[in-house]
Protein backbone atom coordinates (compact mmCIF):
# COMPACT_ATOMS: atom_id res chain seq x y z
CA UNK A 1 0.00 0.00 0.00
CA UNK A 2 2.75 2.53 0.36
CA UNK A 3 4.01 1.81 -2.76
CA UNK A 4 0.70 2.86 -4.32
CA UNK A 5 1.04 5.80 -1.74
CA UNK A 6 4.45 6.58 -3.18
CA UNK A 7 3.19 6.61 -6.70
CA UNK A 8 -0.04 8.93 -6.29
CA UNK A 9 1.46 11.35 -4.33
CA UNK A 10 -0.41 10.53 -1.12
CA UNK A 11 0.57 10.04 2.51
CA UNK A 12 -1.73 9.06 4.65
CA UNK A 13 -2.25 12.86 6.39
CA UNK A 14 -3.82 13.86 2.90
CA UNK A 15 -6.03 10.67 3.17
CA UNK A 16 -7.42 11.56 5.78
CA UNK A 17 -8.10 15.03 4.70
CA UNK A 18 -9.26 13.91 2.13
CA UNK A 19 -12.21 11.43 3.30
CA UNK A 20 -12.77 14.74 5.17
CA UNK A 21 -13.44 16.95 2.42
CA UNK A 22 -15.77 14.47 0.49
CA UNK A 23 -18.11 13.76 3.56
CA UNK A 24 -18.36 18.03 3.93
CA UNK A 25 -19.36 17.54 0.44
CA UNK A 26 -21.47 14.73 0.95
CA UNK A 27 -22.77 16.15 4.25
CA UNK A 28 -24.01 19.77 1.93
CA UNK A 29 -25.70 17.49 -1.12
CA UNK A 30 -27.79 16.07 1.32
CA UNK A 31 -28.63 19.08 2.99
CA UNK A 32 -29.54 20.38 -0.58
CA UNK A 33 -31.59 17.39 -1.36
CA UNK A 34 -33.29 17.69 2.20
CA UNK A 35 -34.39 21.43 0.78
CA UNK A 36 -35.46 20.29 -3.13
CA UNK A 37 -37.78 17.72 -1.37
CA UNK A 38 -39.49 20.48 0.78
CA UNK A 39 -39.97 22.72 -1.92
CA UNK A 40 -41.40 19.72 -3.94
CA UNK A 41 -43.62 19.29 -1.54
CA UNK A 42 -44.90 22.55 -1.03
CA UNK A 43 -45.30 23.14 -4.69
CA UNK A 44 -47.47 19.49 -4.66
CA UNK A 45 -49.60 20.67 -2.27
CA UNK A 46 -50.23 24.28 -3.53
CA UNK A 47 -50.99 22.51 -6.88
CA UNK A 48 -53.44 20.25 -5.03
CA UNK A 49 -55.41 23.07 -2.90
CA UNK A 50 -55.36 24.85 -6.44
CA UNK A 51 -57.48 22.03 -8.41
CA UNK A 52 -59.20 21.71 -5.94
CA UNK A 53 -60.36 25.17 -5.61
CA UNK A 54 -60.99 25.38 -9.60
CA UNK A 55 -63.00 22.10 -9.29
CA UNK A 56 -64.98 24.03 -6.39
CA UNK A 57 -65.70 26.86 -8.62
CA UNK A 58 -66.80 24.79 -11.82
CA UNK A 59 -69.76 22.83 -9.51
CA UNK A 60 -70.60 26.30 -8.25
CA UNK A 61 -70.91 27.56 -11.87
CA UNK A 62 -72.44 24.12 -13.24
CA UNK A 63 -75.25 24.22 -10.32
CA UNK A 64 -75.77 28.08 -10.73
CA UNK A 65 -76.45 27.62 -14.87
CA UNK A 66 -79.01 25.02 -13.77
CA UNK A 67 -80.43 26.65 -11.24
CA UNK A 68 -80.85 29.23 -13.61
CA UNK A 69 -82.15 27.48 -16.56
CA UNK A 70 -84.75 25.83 -14.35
CA UNK A 71 -85.58 29.45 -12.89
CA UNK A 72 -86.11 30.63 -16.80
CA UNK A 73 -87.86 27.69 -18.21
CA UNK A 74 -90.60 27.67 -15.14
CA UNK A 75 -91.24 31.59 -16.17
CA UNK A 76 -91.16 31.29 -19.86
CA UNK A 77 -92.57 27.68 -20.40
CA UNK A 78 -95.98 28.72 -21.26
CA UNK A 79 -94.90 31.68 -23.56
CA UNK A 80 -91.84 30.37 -25.16
CA UNK A 81 -94.31 28.28 -27.56
CA UNK A 82 -95.86 31.18 -28.33
CA UNK A 83 -93.66 33.75 -28.92
CA UNK A 84 -91.80 31.31 -31.05
CA UNK A 85 -88.51 30.99 -28.86
CA UNK A 86 -86.81 28.51 -26.88
CA UNK A 87 -83.60 28.76 -24.26
CA UNK A 88 -80.73 27.01 -24.55
CA UNK A 89 -80.02 24.93 -21.66
CA UNK A 90 -76.79 25.20 -22.46
CA UNK A 91 -75.56 28.55 -23.18
CA UNK A 92 -78.94 30.28 -21.55
CA UNK A 93 -79.79 31.84 -24.52
CA UNK A 94 -82.96 32.91 -25.54
CA UNK A 95 -83.42 32.49 -29.54
CA UNK A 96 -86.19 33.41 -31.47
CA UNK A 97 -86.86 30.73 -34.22
CA UNK A 98 -89.16 32.80 -36.38
CA UNK A 99 -87.22 35.46 -37.88
CA UNK A 100 -90.62 36.81 -39.74
CA UNK A 101 -91.52 37.51 -36.12
CA UNK A 102 -88.70 39.99 -35.13
CA UNK A 103 -88.43 42.36 -38.11
CA UNK A 104 -90.08 43.15 -41.20
CA UNK A 105 -88.08 42.13 -44.59
CA UNK A 106 -85.81 45.14 -45.48
CA UNK A 107 -86.23 46.82 -42.19
CA UNK A 108 -84.51 47.82 -38.95
CA UNK A 109 -87.43 48.49 -37.03
CA UNK A 110 -88.90 45.88 -34.45
CA UNK A 111 -92.61 44.47 -35.33
CA UNK A 112 -95.18 46.05 -32.82
CA UNK A 113 -96.03 42.01 -32.21
CA UNK A 114 -91.69 41.57 -31.43
CA UNK A 115 -92.34 44.62 -29.03
CA UNK A 116 -94.77 43.37 -27.21
CA UNK A 117 -93.13 39.93 -26.48
CA UNK A 118 -89.91 42.35 -25.44
CA UNK A 119 -92.51 44.44 -23.01
CA UNK A 120 -93.23 41.46 -21.52
CA UNK A 121 -90.27 39.44 -21.86
CA UNK A 122 -87.34 41.35 -20.43
CA UNK A 123 -89.23 42.58 -16.73
CA UNK A 124 -90.06 38.80 -16.13
CA UNK A 125 -86.55 37.93 -17.26
CA UNK A 126 -84.62 40.43 -14.96
CA UNK A 127 -86.48 39.70 -11.94
CA UNK A 128 -85.69 35.73 -12.35
CA UNK A 129 -81.90 36.82 -12.82
CA UNK A 130 -82.14 39.31 -9.60
CA UNK A 131 -81.35 36.76 -7.26
CA UNK A 132 -78.53 35.11 -9.22
Known sequence: MSRLNAI??????????????????SDLMAGLMMVFLLISIALMRHALE??????????????????????????????????????DADTLALTFTAPEVLFARGSAGLKPRFENIL??????YLKVLAPF
Open 8 to 25: FGRGSAAGDEDEHHWLSV
Open 50 to 87: ERDRVTQVAEAYQATQVAIYNALMNEFAGDLEAWQAEI
Open 119 to 124: SDFYPR
